[in-house]
């Protein structure tokens, strides 16, 4: 297959979003007073990318597939990031592993 065929860009499309939330399902937990900056993030999916063996993308991208899957753009004094999510591991330190 071509790199400009069709099908390889869809599948290769589908990946990236499978990919995507692989992350989000693997590394993040929803906690809806939770505010966590777009720079540690995308420290996290790069990190998974590496061990992964997944391309990355930018900063730029990666914030627009979380607005896709739901996610909610802020801002406040100290940086731009999410509401409603956050790490993890951070989130097991804060709350406990309840299983939610």
Request: aromatic share 12%; charged share 35%.
């Amino acid at each position: 297959m071509s790199a400009c065929d069709p099908k390889r860009t869809t599948d290769d499309y589908l990946d990236d979003q499978d990919a995507i939330q692989r992350w989000i399902d693997e590394c993040v937990k929803r906690e809806p007073l939770a505010f966590t900056t777009t720079a540690k993030l995308f420290k996290s999916w790069k990190t998974w990318c590496e061990r992964a063996n997944h391309y990355q993308g930018t900063e730029a991208a990666f914030a627009d597939e979380l607005v896709e899957k739901g996610f909610e753009r802020h801002r406040k004094e100290f940086g731009r990031g999410f509401k409603g999510i956050m790490l993890a591991m951070i989130a097991e330190m804060n709350f406990g592993n309840d299983g939610a």
